[in-house]
């Protein structure tokens, strides 16, 4: 079974400063993680993954999530905001490559990026 | 270019009057999808593919029908719709050795 949580609905930054959007993950097995983002009346990207190579993982756009695996986490940073990465986030756990393609959503976060 | 289609884009519809979205991907990906989002509950996986002729469901399958006689074709059918089915689809694929998702632009289902 598998399981992920996104801590914050919705995040608010201001332009310039730094992105923190948090996902905790449950599995029973070493999972996939990913972060895909939705821009407003667009269909889902991909942003990053983690496939259980390197632990911190970098992203399109600045983006980069570090896994750790002993506080089961995947948190998503970026060093500075720019009005662009306002959208919506989904965290996604998946088993390993190998396992099937059965993606499990959080339920996102709104980042909102404000002058 | 690589690419899911999806068609329509929106659609309005009454309740009980069957409709099709259609979903088509360019890739030679042997893995197909169907997900509904909606709001608060991030995107729910209502049925699968790993192949022609083999689907499976997934976490909200009740009121969706879905075939896959070709490869890259993979259409969602509502055979009698209801309005708790107003949400906004999304169609991916990818291949099977790999979970990364390609996704379509979403279609938007209102059943009135």
């Known amino acids: 079974a598998q399981s992920v949580t996104q801590l914050d609905s919705h995040v608010s930054v201001s332009e310039g400063t730094p992105v923190l959007l948090r996902c905790n993950y449950s599995s029973s097995y070493s999972p996939s993680l990913f972060w895909y983002v939705q821009h407003p009346n667009k269909g889902l990207q991909l942003l990053l993954k983690?496939?259980?190579?390197?632990?911190l993982v970098k992203g399109i756009n600045g983006f980069e999530a570090e896994f750790k695996k002993s506080e089961t986490s995947f948190h998503l940073t970026k060093p500075s905001a720019h009005m662009s990465d306002a959208a919506e986030y989904f965290c996604?756990?998946?088993?390993?490559?190998?396992?099937?393609?059965?993606?499990?959503f959080g339920t996102g976060t709104q980042l909102k990026v404000e002058l | 270019e690589a690419q899911v289609t999806q068609n329509p884009r929106y659609l309005i519809t009454v309740t009980g009057k069957k409709l099709t979205v259609t979903c088509s991907q360019n890739m030679n990906h042997e893995y197909m999808s169907w997900y509904r989002q909606d709001p608060g509950l991030g995107l729910r996986q209502i049925y699968y593919s790993m192949n022609v002729e083999v689907t499976d469901k997934g976490d909200v399958p009740e009121g969706y029908k879905v075939s896959r006689k070709e490869k890259r074709n993979f259409p969602l059918i509502l055979e009698s719709p209801s309005p708790n089915q107003t949400s906004l689809y999304f169609c991916?694929?990818?291949?099977?050795?790999?979970?990364?998702?390609?996704f379509g632009p979403g279609t938007r289902l209102t059943v009135t």
């Open positions: 991916a694929s990818s291949l099977w050795a790999g979970p990364e998702q390609y």
């Open positions: 996604v756990v998946t088993p390993p490559t190998g396992g099937g393609n059965k993606l499990t």
């Open positions: 983690y496939t259980s190579a390197a632990t």
